[in-house]
């Protein structure tokens, strides 16, 4: 069983960059496609960057210029840089992971959920 713990949320100004981190306890972590989400209050979790273990990407639309996943499998960690932070990227943000290869955008396809980490972009 997976477990996930995400950093480096916090308060950040308009055009700034932040970088999350998710460190995992999965030891075949590198079978392990790992992806980030967002929800901000009163919005449904929204898809913001996978990375499966073939190191292949996907990104949701509103990052996917502003945004880079990478992953290191030796320290079963995936980080999540993102620039340019705007107010409409305040929102919690999550990672999570799931067991394949498969980049899903669906917050049902992953199996195993950090606690979130929160995310506040002022203007």
């Known amino acids: 069983q997976m477990r996930v713990i995400e950093s480096g949320g916090g308060l950040v100004q308009a055009g700034a960059s932040l970088r999350l981190s998710c460190a995992a306890s999965?030891?075949?972590?590198?079978?392990?496609?790992m992806g980030w989400f967002r929800q901000a209050p009163g919005k449904e979790r929204e898809f913001v960057a996978a990375?499966?273990?073939?190191?292949?990407?996907k990104y949701g639309n509103s990052v996917k210029t502003r945004s880079t996943i990478f992953r290191d499998d030796n320290k079963n960690m995936v980080t999540l840089h993102m620039n340019d932070l705007k107010p409409e990227d305040t929102a919690v943000y999550y990672c999570?992971?799931?067991?394949?290869?498969?980049?899903?955008?669906?917050?049902?396809?992953?199996?195993?959920w950090g606690q979130g980490t929160q995310v506040t972009v002022s203007s």
């Open positions: 999570a992971g799931h067991l394949g290869w498969g980049l899903s955008t669906s917050a049902a396809d992953y199996a195993y």
């Open positions: 999965e030891g075949s972590f590198s079978d392990y496609t």
């Open positions: 990375l499966n273990p073939g190191s292949v990407t």
